[in-house]
């Protein structure tokens, strides 16, 4: 079926180090894309989202790129701190699809990342 | 602005009994979406409910169910449990007004343990 895929299960970096964690969809239907951050014993905490009429999106330390031509999404982390080990999932909501899409987000594996000090 | 609240926390459960998990959504939101969390299968979407209507569906048998109320609080119920349903269940809650595209944001989840 359709689904959001990750790359690479696991990324090691150093402190101070940019890590980038990569994402494939399969639905060229999805138009709206939320990278969220989860710690061990924590819920996923929001940390960007982009729309499919976008393809970079910054926040703080963090940058969002959607390449709709290989259904591919990155996010790219500046200066990685040992905070932000975590697992890092990408999920996608298929958009104006009616009752099938409200509130439904479909999740990607997750990649861990590990920041070495 | 406090953040989405999920009761109770941890749950162990005997295998036929029935369970349910609630949850308060932010203040001002009106969608709330469940999924349940496995090491196996990952996030998977329950259901989301809006203004106490039930919007979507996943694909999960009927022993689970769910409801909303008029303060936009949300349960889940899980009747004759099976040992595969040990997991993390968490809910998020969103606006709902602009339909699908929305930020959720997610409580920090029940784990159900069923032995």
């Known amino acids: 079926g359709e689904s959001v895929g990750l790359h690479l299960p696991t990324l090691s970096v150093q402190e101070g180090d940019n890590s980038i964690i990569n994402c494939a969809y399969s639905n060229s239907a999805s138009d709206y894309f939320i990278w969220y951050k989860q710690e061990s014993g924590k819920g996923p905490q929001f940390i960007i989202d982009?729309?499919?009429?976008?393809d970079k999106r910054q926040g703080q330390r963090v940058t969002v790129l959607l390449n709709k031509t290989v259904k591919h999404l990155s996010l790219q982390i500046a200066a990685t701190q040992p905070g932000d080990s975590a697992v890092y999932f990408c999920a996608e909501n298929r958009g104006n699809a009616g009752g099938t899409s409200y509130g439904k987000l479909t999740f990607g594996q997750g990649t861990i990342l590990t920041v070495h000090p | 602005k406090a953040g989405v609240t999920q009761t109770p926390r941890y749950l162990i459960k005997t295998r036929g009994q029935q369970v349910t998990l609630s949850c308060s959504p932010i203040s001002g939101h009106r969608s709330v979406s469940w999924y349940q969390q496995t090491p196996g299968q990952g996030l998977q979407f329950l259901f989301e409910?809006?203004?106490?209507?039930?919007?979507n569906k996943g694909n999960f048998p009927g022993r689970f169910s769910g409801r909303q109320f008029s303060n936009s609080r949300s349960e889940m119920n899980v009747s004759t449990l099976e040992l595969g349903d040990s997991a993390l269940y968490l809910c998020?809650?969103?606006?709902?007004?602009?339909?699908?595209?929305?930020?959720?944001?997610f409580g920090p989840g029940t784990r159900l343990t069923v032995t």
């Open positions: 998020a809650s969103s606006l709902g007004s602009s339909g699908s595209k929305d930020e959720q944001y």
């Open positions: 982009i729309r499919s009429n976008m």
């Open positions: 409910y809006f203004s106490e209507t039930q919007r």
